[in-house]
């Protein structure tokens, strides 16, 4: 049975950091996206991960602030946020797809979702 149990969500000061975990099991050689969803928004693309973790991508306006990246030996990825604006306030999910190469920026390729954890960026 396949999990993804996302971690590390609260409450941050602007201009603090966070760093977010998802903790997989029951899958392998699998890629590893982030997105987010604020209230009465779309969920959209933050970052991804290739399974071996040599190939990332980001969403182009968060590149810089937050970093990807992951520990096999773990099973958990993590999104390292710094520099956080309100702006960055969402329910954050992470979700794995059984691929190699280019790490999938699409939501619909991804088919198995955490629950999300609540990043709130108070100003």
């Known amino acids: 049975q396949v999990q993804l149990v996302e971690s590390g969500g609260g409450l941050v000061q602007a201009g603090g950091s966070l760093r977010l975990s998802c903790a997989a099991s029951?899958?392998?050689?699998?890629?590893v996206g982030w997105f987010r969803q604020a209230p009465g928004q779309e969920r959209e693309f933050v970052a991804a991960?290739?399974?071996?973790?040599?190939?990332?991508a980001y969403e182009d306006s968060l590149q810089g602030r937050f970093t990807i990246s992951r520990e096999n030996a773990k099973n958990t990825t993590y999104l390292q946020m710094n520099s956080m604006i309100p702006e960055d306030t969402a329910v954050y999910y992470c979700?794995?797809?059984?691929?190699?190469?280019?790490?999938?920026?699409?939501?619909?390729?991804?088919?198995?979702w955490g629950q999300g954890t609540q990043v709130t960026v108070d100003s």
């Open positions: 991960i290739s399974r071996g973790g040599g190939n990332t």
């Open positions: 029951g899958l392998k050689y699998y890629q």
């Open positions: 979700a794995a797809r059984v691929a190699s190469g280019v790490p999938a920026r699409t939501r619909g390729l991804y088919n198995n």
